[in-house]
């Protein structure tokens, strides 16, 4: 249908839907612009600039807090050297990140599939239960998380009550501790998606399976896996990107002994009164989750065709 | 239709005068975490009518960069000597003039011409005190007062211990255990120091400034620690002692100054004169367990703090070392080394 075809008033009825969805759309556009994209332009400015001397930011534009991601100027004769400190940072982020998004699938998938193929009507206090930790401030859950991991917390006092170990295993202040505390944090990420996607399995397809002799691996890898994927995929996203730039978990159950990127960044802002390099580092972080989100996308969309 | 709008305009007027009216019994206060007796609030609540809102920092440098920020809304600040010095220079205090108050001459003559407020035209002493090290001599039985238990720890206390996650206060420890200058510029010197520092960490457990929780809760036997920190840790684990360490130690003086956009300058400059009152003043050292630099106090503090070994130092040990800031080029060699040391 070509709009010469419409009569005046259908038209006129059409420029007006037009208008009214976009003043309607208007109030969450610049919400999005106010809150998202200015403070990110913000944040691209500063780490342009040069850093004042007691924090804050000085007018001029220098690459200077790109360059020291990688090099540090030696400081007698100005020759710039490779440096591994921040590299170093970022990549146990990622090693922690990444190992806690493995962590949480591990244990999510089997938690997701347990209460997916649990009757219906039992299945929304199963999910209640894995949504009841967001009832308390991740501060307070974590601050407890450190009470059981301690050396006279409930793991150690308990393992030693049963005669399992002498003396307590030092847990607290490690990157174990950071581990289990990522892993706890992020797992509802985890499974709320995952049981989205298991809910609609249909259970018949299993049984097919079984049915043509595959054992148990074979269902899983090519019944379940294949239709859980976009589950599977939402839940690693939402775990590993906040879990790399977790600042709570690292700073209270870490001991402050290592940084991670989210603890990096803050120091700039403080003590290290490097406003543009933690800004810099900051744009850094996140334009290595876009380079992931868009390689992701195009393995997706390339899948897709293939498929298709 | 006008009449309306007339009543609407003076309800208005009405209510912006009661708010105006009663942003006048305010104070807010912005000090360190922890470090506030909330009986003394109370008390110059009652004796002003004025509402203290508080709210709290953990570090020097976290205060001003909110403070730089700006329409932070806060009025009365307790920033360390040093960073009080910056802010002075930043143009972020007020001039209050407590040379010119009322309760001025309570203040210990010691403590007047200190090099950063010179005659205190824009602060005046809050509490005073040391850092050094807090240690169980339960677990370690050895003499205590050497950087080496910290450095070169005896195996007991090996994993053991936690540091200030603090650069200028580790790295200066370090610095007077190698016996080398403060503010130190030089890069072999500094490399050595961070040698040092590496080596050592091994044996920490953690970095934090929680230290009173992490001798209480037995997660380590030493604690970089303040001294008023380590008496109220000593008060809930009686076998820790309090070390003068023969190398050095750092003195540190925490000063109650007002920011030059006070919403409530009054009210400030009454707390400031509050505060240098004997009785007031001992009800801060009180709590939080440190000396305050105001003369005729003592009679107002409880016994215990009058004799107690973190705040009355012993003849031998060296006098504290109050470390003045360090120009830029070493505090970013500084900061080299202290990301150095926690990649």
């Not at chain 1, 850093?51 to 400081?75: H, K, S």
């Not at chain 2, 205090?93 to 309760?103: C, D, H, I, R, S």
Request: aromatic share 12%.
């Amino acid at each position: 249908m070509t709009d010469t075809s419409l009569t005046l008033a259908e038209q006129e009825s059409r420029r007006r839907r037009r208008q009214t969805r976009r003043a309607l759309l208007a109030p969450a556009l610049i919400i999005i612009l106010a809150i998202s994209i200015m403070p990110l332009g913000i944040t691209a400015l500063y780490s342009f600039l040069t850093p004042g001397t007691y924090g804050g930011v000085i007018w001029e534009f220098t690459p200077d807090a790109y360059v020291q991601f990688l090099f540090e100027r030696d400081i007698f004769d100005g020759t710039l050297q490779f440096n591994d400190s921040y590299l170093t940072i970022y990549m146990r982020s990622i090693g922690l990140a990444f190992g806690a998004t493995i962590g949480a699938l591990l244990i999510g998938f089997p938690t997701a599939y347990f209460i997916a193929t649990k009757p219906r009507e039992q299945r929304n206090f199963w999910l209640f239960l894995i949504t009841l930790p967001f009832w308390t401030n991740l501060l307070i859950r974590t601050y407890a998380m450190l009470l059981i991991l301690r050396d006279e917390g409930l793991i150690n006092l308990s393992l030693m009550g049963v005669g399992v170990i002498e003396r307590p295993l030092s847990i607290l202040y490690t990157d174990t501790a950071v581990f289990i505390g990522l892993i706890y944090t992020y797992l509802p990420f985890m499974v709320l998606p995952l049981y989205a996607s298991l809910e609609k399995l249909d259970f018949r397809l299993v049984e097919a399976g079984y049915d043509l002799y595959a054992n148990r691996f074979r269902v899983l890898r090519h019944i379940i896996a294949p239709i859980a994927k976009p589950g599977i995929i939402a839940g690693c996203i939402l775990v590993f990107i906040p879990g790399l730039g977790a600042y709570i978990t690292p700073a209270l159950l870490g001991g402050g002994k290592k940084l991670m990127i989210g603890n990096m960044i803050a120091i700039q802002f403080g003590s290290s009164r490097n406003w543009p390099f933690g800004s810099a580092a900051a744009l850094i972080l996140m334009a290595l989750v876009v380079i992931a989100l868009l390689i992701y996308a195009r393995s997706v969309s390339k899948g897709a065709r293939a498929h298709g | 239709m006008k009449t309306q709008l007339k009543a609407v305009t003076a309800a208005t007027a009405l209510a912006l005068a009661g708010g105006a009216a009663l942003a006048e019994g305010e104070l807010n206060i912005y000090n360190w975490g922890n470090y506030t007796n909330p009986e003394l609030i109370e008390k110059f609540e009652q004796e002003y009518d004025v509402t203290v809102n508080l709210d709290s920092y953990d570090s020097n440098e976290t205060m001003l960069a909110k403070v730089q920020a700006g329409n932070t809304g806060y009025d009365v600040v307790v920033p360390g000597d040093y960073m009080v010095k910056v802010m002075i220079g930043e143009g972020l205090l007020a001039e209050v003039k407590p040379n010119e108050m009322e309760n001025f001459g309570n203040v210990d003559p010691k403590w007047v011409d200190v090099w950063w407020d010179e005659g205190r035209n824009y602060s005046i002493p809050y509490q005073w005190g040391t850092t050094a090290f807090t240690v169980d001599t339960a677990v370690y039985d050895g003499d205590i007062n050497t950087l080496a238990l910290m450095f070169d720890p005896p195996e007991v206390l090996q994993g053991r211990i936690n540091m200030l996650n603090d650069m200028n206060d580790v790295i200066n420890a370090g610095l007077r255990y190698l016996g080398y200058g403060r503010c130190n510029g030089n890069e072999d010197e500094m490399r050595e120091v961070l040698e040092l520092l590496l080596e050592a960490k091994q044996h920490w457990r953690t970095m934090d400034y929680s230290t009173i929780e992490k001798l209480t809760s037995g997660d380590v036997d030493l604690s970089q620690n303040w001294n008023g920190a380590a008496m109220r840790a000593r008060a809930q684990r009686p076998t820790l002692q309090y070390a003068y360490p023969k190398e050095g130690f750092t003195g540190w003086m925490d000063n109650v100054a007002v920011l030059a956009d006070a919403p409530n300058m009054e009210n400030a400059k009454l707390f400031i004169n509050f505060m240098m009152a004997p009785e007031n003043a001992a009800m801060t050292s009180n709590f939080a367990r440190y000396a305050n630099g105001i003369t005729g106090s003592e009679e107002f503090m409880d016994e215990e703090m009058l004799s107690a070994p973190e705040i009355v130092m012993p003849e031998d040990a060296p006098a504290p070392d109050f470390v003045q800031p360090c120009p830029q080029e070493v505090v970013d060699l500084y900061n080299k080394v202290w990301t150095r040391l926690k990649q």
